[in-house]
């Protein structure tokens, strides 16, 4: 039997996050630059994005550049929002063809002037798919993220605009980037590294981890049915007991 096949569709993660990591150890071991390492990887990405749209995910958030990813060689920066740019263009009509609506995370304030209006473009022009909701995550980083929620709601407060006391997890959650998605069901992070690097604090506080040492260039569709079999073997009981939970 195939992988595909062991993965019982009733129980499918609603939203799966994906640190796409190794890009440029990828490279260095096959005695290339980093840059062939970030276009090896945007193939990658295409094949995770076709496998969740036909296993039935609804949500699926990618962690494509950090608020700490500014501090690498200006080059390396240029080509990867070259990269974007491309992948954009690319995909815009993919993203229609098959109902996935396209959105972003982060301070996009960053990002060059044409890479940003872009992404308005594709964000717009596919805001009424529903078929799978594919979110990047760009100048993202987490505790900005929970800075920036907490900076607005205290402005609120301040303008009696909320209550301190009506200040609830909700009340959080709709002040966060991530305001339209439900909280990650499982976390995926290529390259064997076992950390969150500032993802999703907030979103993944129940969330599953798996780990592979794969690269992310050579992260293929077997590998995504393998962490999802994974994830469906395991039993999350969200603070409560095993007898309570069955």
Same mark, same amino acid.
């Given at each position: 039997?195939?992988?595909?096949?062991?993965?019982?569709?009733?129980?499918?993660?609603?939203?799966?996050?994906?640190?796409?990591?190794?890009?440029? /150890? !990828?490279?260095?071991?096959?005695?290339?630059?980093?840059?062939?390492?970030?276009?090896?990887?945007? #193939?990658?990405?295409?094949?995770?994005?076709?496998?969740?749209?036909?296993?039935?995910?609804?949500?699926?958030?990618?962690?494509?550049?950090?608020?700490?990813? !500014?501090?690498?060689?200006?080059?390396? %920066?240029?080509?990867?929002?070259?990269? *974007? *740019?491309?992948?954009? #263009?690319?995909?815009?009509? +993919?993203?229609?063809? =098959?109902?996935?609506?396209?959105?972003?995370?982060?301070?996009?304030?960053? *990002?060059?002037? #044409?890479? %940003?209006?872009?992404?308005?473009?594709?964000?717009?022009?596919?805001?009424? =798919?529903?078929?799978?909701?594919?979110? $990047?995550?760009? &100048?993202? @980083?987490? /505790?900005?993220?929970?800075?920036?929620?907490?900076?607005?709601?205290?402005?609120?407060?301040? +303008?009696? $605009?909320?209550?301190?006391? =009506?200040?609830?997890? &909700?009340?959080? =959650?709709?002040?966060?980037?991530?305001?339209? *998605?439900?909280?990650?069901? $499982?976390? %995926?992070?290529?390259? @064997?590294?076992?950390?969150? &690097?500032?993802?999703?604090?907030?979103?993944?506080?129940?969330?599953?981890?798996?780990?592979?040492?794969? $690269? !992310?260039?050579?992260?293929?569709?077997?590998?995504?049915?393998?962490?999802?079999?994974?994830?469906?073997?395991?039993? /999350?009981?969200?603070? #409560?007991?095993?007898?309570?939970? +069955?």
């Amino acid at each position: 039997m195939s992988l595909k096949k062991k993965i019982i569709i009733d129980t499918i993660p609603k939203h799966i996050a994906i640190i796409m990591d190794g890009n440029g /150890r !990828w490279a260095k071991n096959i005695g290339k630059n980093r840059n062939t390492g970030h276009k090896a990887g945007r #193939k990658s990405v295409e094949k995770v994005v076709e496998a969740c749209t036909e296993l039935g995910v609804k949500n699926l958030t990618l962690f494509a550049f950090s608020t700490e990813n !500014w501090n690498r060689p200006k080059f390396e %920066i240029d080509l990867l929002m070259k990269l *974007l *740019l491309l992948s954009l #263009k690319k995909e815009l009509e +993919n993203l229609n063809k =098959n109902n996935i609506r396209f959105k972003t995370v982060g301070n996009l304030e960053k *990002l060059p002037n #044409k890479v %940003i209006s872009y992404l308005k473009e594709v964000i717009k022009d596919t805001q009424n =798919n529903n078929r799978m909701t594919l979110t $990047l995550a760009i &100048s993202y @980083g987490a /505790r900005e993220e929970i800075i920036n929620a907490v900076k607005i709601i205290g402005d609120k407060v301040k +303008n009696n $605009l909320i209550s301190l006391k =009506n200040i609830d997890e &909700s009340v959080i =959650n709709q002040h966060l980037y991530t305001h339209y *998605l439900p909280d990650v069901d $499982l976390l %995926i992070r290529t390259s @064997g590294e076992k950390r969150v &690097s500032n993802f999703l604090l907030w979103q993944i506080a129940y969330t599953e981890l798996y780990f592979t040492k794969k $690269l !992310w260039p050579d992260f293929s569709k077997e590998d995504l049915y393998k962490a999802i079999i994974n994830y469906q073997k395991r039993e /999350r009981r969200f603070g #409560k007991t095993s007898e309570q939970v +069955n």
